[in-house]
């Protein structure tokens, strides 16, 4: 009886355990992107996304996408270059992080509005971090606002991060 139980649990364990979906390990030189949309006050996409410099990615949505779990995507050598670059001008020292939020750096602040987490990571290096409150309505954020709401279109994901309206009854 001892022997089931504890096959049992192992079983369990395991299932838990492949729940987690992971990226392969990149061939291609280059940074794992890792970019996460955290929720607001209202209905704003909360989702993170990975992209490796092979082309593979990966979705994790949390609310408000039209993808219902974890999903696989790929991008072009193009699209990753842009994505890529587009970030790197935002992009911390390396191994630090960087915090742009009310009271520490951003003078004018709208409340309720979602925060992003960007991370590069390369081999075994510790990662570079950038978190963006993105109620900071500096202007001096303003391309930093502009570059984070152009993600979805420069990853051609848009449809997945759409939330799907629930119909109403009789339509």
Not at 135 to 163: F, N, Q, T
Request: glycine fraction near 10%; proline fraction near 9%; charged fraction near 20%.
């Amino acid at each position: 009886m001892r022997t089931i139980m504890s096959l049992a649990a192992v079983a369990l364990l395991a299932g838990c355990a492949m729940d987690r979906a992971e990226l392969e390990k990149p061939v291609r030189a280059g940074d794992t992107i890792r970019f996460s949309a955290g929720p607001c006050f209202g209905a704003c996409p909360s989702y993170t996304l990975r992209v490796t410099p092979d082309g593979s990615g990966l979705i994790e949505p949390e609310r408000f996408t039209a993808v219902p779990g974890p999903t696989r995507f790929t991008v072009t050598p193009a699209q990753y270059r842009r994505f890529h670059s587009a970030l790197s001008a935002y992009r911390p020292a390396p191994g630090t992080t960087r915090r742009i939020t009310h009271g520490e750096n951003c003078d004018r602040f709208a409340t309720d509005m979602p925060g992003y987490v960007i991370e590069w990571t390369h081999g075994e290096g510790a990662p570079t971090r950038l978190e963006y409150q993105s109620g900071c309505m500096d202007a001096r954020y303003g391309r930093l606002r502009a570059m984070i709401a152009s993600v979805p279109r420069l990853l051609g994901l848009e449809a997945m991060l759409k939330p799907t309206l629930p119909r109403k009854a009789g339509t």
